[in-house]
């Protein structure tokens, strides 16, 4: 398994990283959605040239603008998540999910939860301080995207469906009884957390400022 976090701010990568239909899709969108999919795509197809060693051009990898990013088979599975000011990549041999948020997001904790979350993983919420409350609501939230990542699920119909919450080491689907493992990671001004049955003890984050 490999992931890496890439700060917003390196300077853009070259055009060339992209392949003809990812620049085709680019020139489709419009501003700041174009921008990021340019971003996304070419960090994506560095990251990985640099883990199996080959060409940008050779990484055999499809991300059209709205789907899921996926490998050829045999190459394994990829994953990416990003906030206003920063990306997350993961790769592994089996299906992976990665979510990233900023750990100082402004959020309404106990709204969202009961709004969105099961029944099971509300319990105690209430009892909490405030402060207490939202980094729980954050790190459950984290845990259940992307877990749906890892289900190539939707967050509209999964979301309440998933069960995570304190340190638990794996995520629950209530209604498909699908599990998954889920670890967390903290960088800086951001947490991650990683949907993946591949054994995670001892990963790092990769940095990749430049």
Not at 31 to 51: I, K, N, P, V
Not at 123 to 146: F, H, P, Y
């Amino acid at each position: 398994m490999a992931l890496w976090l890439i700060p917003s701010a390196p300077v853009p990568l070259p055009a060339a990283l992209l392949s003809p239909e990812e620049l085709i899709a680019a020139d489709a969108l419009a501003g700041r959605r174009a921008d990021q999919y340019r971003f996304t795509r070419a960090w994506l197809r560095r990251c990985l040239s640099r883990h199996f060693d080959r060409d940008p051009g050779l990484i055999p990898v499809h991300a059209p603008p709205g789907q899921p990013a996926t490998l050829d088979r045999g190459w394994g599975f990829v994953s990416i998540s990003h906030s206003h000011d920063a990306l997350a990549l993961a790769w592994s041999v089996l299906p992976i999910g990665i979510d990233l948020e900023r750990s100082d997001r402004s959020f309404h904790a106990l709204t969202l939860a009961r709004r969105f979350f099961c029944r099971r993983d509300l319990d105690g919420l209430n009892s909490m301080s405030s402060k207490a409350c939202r980094s729980e609501v954050l790190r459950q939230w984290l845990a259940k995207e992307a877990a749906i990542k890892w289900q190539r699920g939707s967050l509209a119909r999964d979301l309440s469906a998933w069960s995570w919450s304190g340190n638990a080491e794996v995520a629950n689907h209530l209604d498909h009884g699908d599990r998954v493992r889920i670890r967390h990671y903290q960088f800086g001004d951001w947490q991650i957390a990683v949907a993946c049955d591949v054994d995670q003890s001892g990963q790092d984050l990769q940095i990749c400022l430049r």
